[in-house]
C-alpha cells in the first residue's frame, strides 16, 4: 500500500497536480496539530478533573468541543471509560468512521476487513495481536461507530501517576488507548 501511495504521488507530482510540500503540511497538520495530540488532551483533563470527566461521560461533543476540538468526523461524540473491570474498544464495522479531530489519520489496521470482523467476533484475541492481555474477569465492550456516532475511550490512569499535570499525563495517553487497542503506557514508558 505505501509503494502504491508513493508511486501515485510521484505520478501525480510529475503531472504538476499535486505540490508535494502541500502534502507534507497536510499529513504534519493531522500527525502534530489534530489528532492523537488532541485527544490525550481531552484524556488527560478528564483524569484530573472529576467535573470535566463528568462532562465528558454525559456530553462528549459539548465537553470536547470546549477544549477547541471539532471538525471533520468528531461532531458527534462519545466517550467510554475504562475501569479494573470493563476494557472498551472501538471499531466501525460498516466502513471506517473514526474521530479525526481527536484522534488524527485513521491507522491502516482500523480500516482493514480482518480487524473490523474479528474485533467483534473475537476482541480478546484481537487485544492480544496488539499486545493487550487483560485478565479472564475483564468485561470487553466493542463499540460500532458509524456515521451518526463515534466513540473516544478514555482508558484508565496509570498508576503513580498522582499529582501529575496534564501535560505530563497526556504524554503516557496512545493513540490506540484512545481506540481500545492499547493501554496507557506506564510511569516511565512516556516520559
Not at 497536510?26 to 496539530?33: P, R
Not at 461521560?57 to 475504562?82: K, P
Not at 487483560?134 to 499529582?163: F, K, N
Request: hydrophobic share 45%.
Amino acid at each position: 500500500m505505501q509503494a502504491r501511495v508513493r508511486a501515485l504521488e510521484t505520478l501525480l507530482t510529475e503531472k504538476g497536480l499535486i505540490d508535494p510540500a502541500a502534502i507534507d503540511a497536510i499529513v504534519e497538520t493531522y500527525e502534530t496539530k489534530v489528532g492523537p495530540r488532541n485527544g490525550a488532551h481531552v484524556v488527560a483533563k478528564a483524569w484530573t478533573n472529576p467535573a470535566f470527566a463528568e462532562w465528558l461521560r454525559v456530553d462528549a461533543t459539548a465537553a470536547i468541543e470546549s477544549l477547541g476540538y471539532t471538525g471533520r468526523q468528531g461532531e458527534h461524540m462519545r466517550a467510554v471509560f475504562n475501569t479494573p473491570g470493563t476494557h472498551n474498544m472501538v471499531v466501525c464495522t460498516l466502513c471506517s468512521c473514526y474521530p479525526w479531530s481527536v484522534l488524527g489519520l485513521p491507522p491502516v489496521w482500523y480500516k482493514a476487513p480482518a480487524y473490523r470482523s474479528r474485533a467483534v467476533i473475537n476482541p480478546r484475541a484481537v487485544l492480544s495481536e496488539f499486545g493487550v492481555t487483560l485478565s479472564p474477569e475483564t468485561q470487553i465492550r466493542v463499540w460500532d461507530s458509524t456515521a451518526e456516532l463515534r466513540y473516544l475511550v478514555v482508558p484508565e490512569r496509570p498508576a503513580g501517576t498522582e499529582g501529575w499535570d496534564e501535560a505530563a499525563l497526556a504524554a503516557l495517553v496512545t493513540r490506540d488507548s484512545m481506540i481500545g487497542t492499547g493501554l496507557a503506557l506506564a510511569v516511565g514508558d512516556g516520559q
